[in-house]
């Protein structure tokens, strides 16, 4: 769902790199339902360079109704999240958080 956005934002600039923030966010839970330790690093590790760069070219306390700093703690708690392999394919809840604009 967010990459068809981050496609029609253009795939560049301040507003691409905001919604790759969230691809990379969602992509570290996908890593963490199949186990993956280091994938879910990477991924939340990636979001936090993109979500950084947004609020440092922004300037702004929030961005797409999204709180910057709020966005930066998730990427952490991503991080040192693990999970057992989803065996199922049901979605489940992976991370201790949701995204809520304000």
């Known amino acids: 769902m967010w990459e068809a956005v981050w496609i029609a934002a253009g795939r560049r600039g301040v507003a691409a790199d905001f919604l ?3 691809i990379k966010l969602a992509a570290a839970g996908v890593k963490c339902r199949e186990g993956s330790r280091a994938g879910v690093q990477r991924h939340a590790r990636r979001a936090e360079q993109l979500f950084r760069s947004v ?3 922004t ?3 929030f961005y797409f ?5 709020e ?4 990427t ?3 991080a040192l999240t693990t999970a057992d392999a989803a065996s199922d394919g049901r979605p489940q809840v992976v991370f201790a958080f949701r995204l809520l604009p304000r």
């Open 65 to 69: 109704g999204l709180r910057m700093e």
């Open 76 to 78: 952490d708690i991503a």
């Open 55 to 57: 609020r440092d070219a």
């Open 71 to 74: 966005l930066l703690q998730f």
């Open 20 to 22: 790759k923030g969230l």
């Open 59 to 61: 300037g702004a306390a």
